[in-house]
């Protein structure tokens, strides 16, 4: 380093040494102010995390304002709601010089959007309230209200109900424009404080604006429902599916529900054979084939009539045969049908009832039923006519119990009978074509679907007399290859049965007739497996195909079909385009189901994500039936 450039830098020292006296209160001034402009900023932020935590932890307890029906807490609640969401919209404005920043500028769009969203819906929400605060009948708090309020105060509320379909309109344009809205916010908040709150917020508001617009056209048709202006009489099957049958068990316990007002009429339950045995003097019917050959009747009855898979058809022959039968009531408004399952569902949330010193729980309903029934009431001394007498006793102590559900009891339900419907453990039917088509809607009514896509449907229907099915695993496998020579498409569904069980007073070899609902126009190849030829035929839009499987107690058998699918389903599926829905079987639980599906386009996306791409033009999947499965495939 020469002279020179020591003199230059000595000189620069001693200047920046002479100013800095002169400089440090603006230096100082400078921290302070950063150190308050950063503090504003943490706090404006913080306080909005607050604001938006207070937004979610007002849900709860508008949740038990509307059980407890308090309209007024619920109106002072969504003002709650509403100032939040006034007081974090002030908080991210006031962030404005971070927020305009490229890099959060999306997610502050995204925050506003899922406000707004917010906004739209608490206002809804109040439409509401106003409306449900005008009747007495939603002033009290437990469900027994319908039994004991007075019939001028559900007169005027089920008549009000039935009107109400404007209401229900405007709400659900509100819910759709916040899910459009919700939509712009998908990218959600990368603000640590933020995010968290706003992914589940928008997971909560999609979720209860699903569920709105699915109940929405069944409220103005809940009055008819429930039996007003006039009296509804539904006819009760109780599916046993530990002896499964097409539509969900064996109907061993039929029953009569009927409700005026929402208030219960008359409930009871009787054993199918009380009106099947006298029905044999004069029964002409001749039964399914399968019926006639392995259960050898000649006559076809009521406990058999659920043969058809299809609920709508079951249901409107179940009322047929009853009255062909000779069954006392003259008018059925709809069937309701239900397995076990939402019994054991039901004392799971109550608690076990008591019978004769019998204690049911939900772990041995099903068993000790049925013990009692074909075994117990001949220790027992019981006429066998009489031996279904304790579900009818059973029936009725849970009837009571039921009436007198408090509000926590009545939430714990409502999402186990959805499930039950979803699962398919109960399906509905209606008479009146407008509360059809909503128990459609809502896919409560188990009917064969109709579709433009790939389709395959196991249907099993135990015809060994005994209640093996809960021994019974079940593993469904379906794959999917093209044909290069004539460019079909070949489809191979095997169905695995493994016999865990033995032979005692409950089970015994598993003697099914299977049949397989395919697309309409399919052309058999081979099977393999089956006991006798198979039966083609062509039901509810789908070509069938049916046989005869046994399995031996601890034993394992498998059936295979092999298919092509029709040309004009090939056609539509080479030009990119896949779908795929699997009809699970009522009153079967959630067996195994494998897919392998080869296609002949390159795969660009897969929908639900349980469909994983193996290959350029292969998916696969392992997955369950616990309801029905639908699967999308598109090209590139």
Not at 204 to 233: C, H, M, S, W
Not at 297 to 309: E, I, L
Not at 588 to 616: M, Q, R, Y
Request: net charge neutral; charged share 25%.
């Amino acid at each position: 380093m020469d002279i020179n450039q020591n003199i230059i830098q000595s000189t620069w020292r001693e200047k920046l040494i002479k100013r800095l006296p002169q400089n440090r209160h603006i230096l100082a001034a400078a921290i302070v102010v950063a150190t308050l402009l950063f503090l504003f900023y943490v706090y404006q932020a913080v306080d909005a995390y607050r604001n938006a935590r207070q937004i979610m932890a007002l849900a709860p307890y508008l949740e038990e304002q509307v059980f407890a029906r308090n309209w007024d807490g619920v109106k002072s609640g969504l003002k709650g709601v509403a100032a939040n969401i006034n007081e974090l919209e002030g908080n991210i404005n006031r962030l404005w010089p971070i927020t305009a920043l490229p890099v959060i500028k999306n997610e502050t769009r995204a925050a506003r959007n899922l406000l707004a969203a917010a906004e739209i819906n608490a206002q809804s929400a109040v439409k509401v309230a106003d409306w449900a605060s005008q009747y007495k009948l939603l002033q009290t708090k437990e469900l027994d209200s319908l039994q004991t309020a007075p019939e001028a105060e559900k007169q005027e509320f089920f008549a009000a109900l039935a009107k109400s379909g404007p209401l229900w309109e405007q709400v659900d344009r509100d819910t759709k424009l916040s899910l459009r809205i919700l939509e712009q916010s998908k990218a959600g908040s990368r603000l640590p404080l933020l995010k968290k709150v706003t992914i589940a917020a928008a997971n909560a508001l999609e979720n209860g604006q699903a569920a709105f617009t699915d109940i929405r056209p069944l409220l103005p048709l809940l009055p008819k429902v429930l039996g007003y202006p006039e009296a509804r009489t539904y006819l009760l099957l109780l599916q046993n599916n530990t002896e499964l049958r097409p539509t969900g068990g064996f109907i061993g316990t039929f029953g009569y529900l009927t409700v005026k007002n929402g208030k219960l009429v008359s409930f009871s339950t009787e054993n199918v054979y009380n009106l099947d045995e006298p029905a044999k003097a004069y029964n002409t019917k001749v039964p399914p084939s399968p019926i006639q050959k392995y259960l050898k009747q000649a006559q076809w009855f009521f406990r058999d009539v659920n043969w058809d898979p299809d609920f709508p058809t079951t249901a409107e022959e179940a009322i047929k045969f009853y009255h062909d039968e000779r069954g006392p009531i003259s008018h059925f408004d709809g069937v309701i049908a239900f397995t076990p399952r939402l019994i054991e569902d039901l004392l799971a949330t109550i608690g076990p009832v008591t019978i004769d010193d019998n204690v049911f729980t939900a772990e041995n309903i099903v068993e000790k039923l049925q013990y009692e029934v074909e075994v117990g009431f001949a220790k027992d001394g019981i006429n066998i006519y009489n031996r279904k007498q304790i579900i009818d006793d059973l029936a009725q102590v849970l009837k009571e119990r039921i009436l007198k559900f408090k509000s926590q009891e009545i939430r714990a339900m409502l999402p186990l009978i959805t499930q039950a419907f979803d699962e398919k453990q109960a399906m509905i039917y209606f008479t009146d074509p407008n509360l059809q088509k909503s128990a459609a809607n809502f896919n409560w009514d188990n009917r064969i679907k109709e579709t433009a896509g790939d389709y395959f449907y196991v249907v099993d229907a135990n015809l060994g007399s005994l209640k093996t099915d809960p021994a019974i695993s079940r593993t469904i496998s379906y794959s999917l290859r093209p044909e290069a020579k004539d460019r079909s498409l070949i489809a191979t569904v095997k169905i695995t049965y493994t016999n865990q069980g033995k032979f005692d007073w409950k089970t015994t070899r598993y003697r099914t007739y299977t049949r397989l609902y395919v697309p309409l126009g399919s052309t058999l190849i081979t099977a393999e497996g089956n006991e006798e030829p198979l039966a083609i035929t062509d039901s509810h839009g789908k070509t069938v195909f049916g046989t005869f499987i046994s399995i031996e107690p601890e034993d394992s058998e498998t059936l295979t079909f092999n298919y092509k699918l029709p040309a004009g389903l090939v056609n539509k599926i080479s030009q990119g385009d896949y779908s795929l829905l699997v009809q699970k079987q009522a009153g079967t639980e959630a067996h195994g189901l494998e897919l392998d599906i080869a296609l002949p386009f390159a795969v660009e996306s897969v929908n639900p994500s349980v469909l994983k791409k193996a290959d350029k033009n292969q998916v696969i999947s392992r997955t369950n039936l616990q309801e029905d499965r639908s699967f999308t495939v598109l090209a590139k």
